[in-house]
């Protein structure tokens, strides 16, 4: 007869379980990068779960497609052969589907990957599949395995779903995050542009100042020296101008400026601020 958890076996149990979480939020908190946080969080699983395989798949924000996120000691079958963690797999498609169910909406399952690999895959046939959400949105799946895998409890299940909630969380924060610097990265650009466009509609205006008193002078027969002056001045309002134009879209790294020849930046700006 299975003996049942004392009231103190069962308070060891928790506060383990709260010192797991501790570290783990305490650890994703630091990370506002996606990449780092979910290195962060396969570590971690690592560390306090014993739990040393890890991966994450993501679905893409835009398409929906799954793509893998991060990974931590994969088998060589894997590392080495990066086509086989391409395409859909089994705890992908049950995810996809909704249909990830049982103790704590976390699935052990045979993986499809591995299943039918004989050299290379360092004893790993199971995985557990923990479902990613923001709210009801589905952001992906954590799957992780040992190689002396075990039949894992119904604390560790509940666990594991709430790491979970953690990682899932710190997804969307990274993610909001990325987006802010984003907007703040686009706004400082139209800021740029706006400045070089009010810089340049100066700097043409006074080179169209110079070449009409350039021109007057021809009309009312000046001395030569003082039209070359005149248009000296204005060739070296262009260059500064020009020089002015190349800092300023220099400034502005912007992808859409990328690549190309200074008049055609400056076309793209002059038509966008337009």
């Known amino acids: ?9 069962r308070l060891q149990q928790r506060n383990r379980e ?20 979910l290195q962060t969080a396969l570590a971690q699983v690592a560390d306090l779960l014993d739990l040393q395989t890890g991966w994450v798949w993501l ?8 793509y893998l996120a991060a990974s931590q000691n994969l088998p060589p079958a894997l590392a080495e052969n990066p086509w086989r963690m391409a395409g859909d797999c089994y705890c992908l498609d049950t995810f996809r ?8 909406n976390v699935n052990v399952v045979t993986c499809s990957r591995l299943k039918n690999l004989v050299d290379g895959a360092n004893g790993l046939r199971y995985h557990a ?18 190689t002396d895998w075990r039949e894992l409890s119904p604390d560790d299940l509940r666990l594991l779903y709430t790491v979970g909630d953690l990682l899932s969380i710190a997804v969307e924060r990274a993610r909001l995050f990325q987006q802010s610097a984003d907007l703040g ?12 466009h009010d810089t340049l509609a100066q700097s043409l205006a006074a080179i169209a100042l110079q070449l009409e008193s350039a021109d007057a002078l021809l009309e009312t027969g ?18 500064a101008s020009l020089e002015e134009a190349r800092r300023s879209v220099l400034d502005l790294r912007a992808a859409p400026l990328e690549g190309r020849s200074l008049p055609e930046a400056l076309a793209t700006l002059v038509e966008a601020v337009d």
């Open 97 to 104: 589907a909704g249909d990830l169910s049982g103790a704590a």
């Open 222 to 239: 000046a001395p030569s020296d003082r039209i070359s002056a005149a248009v000296q001045r204005a060739m070296e309002l262009t260059r």
């Open 18 to 37: 709260l010192s797991i979480l501790n570290a783990f939020a305490k650890e994703l908190n630091a990370q506002v990068d996606l990449n780092r946080a």
């Open 59 to 66: 679905l893409h924000q835009e398409s929906g497609e799954p």
């Open 1 to 9: 007869m299975k003996t049942q958890p004392s009231d103190s076996d």
């Open 185 to 196: 990265a686009l706004e400082e650009r139209n800021r740029l542009a706006r400045e070089l």
């Open 129 to 146: 599949s923990i479902p990613l959400y923001a709210h009801s949105r589905q952001l992906g799946v954590l799957n992780v395995a040992s």
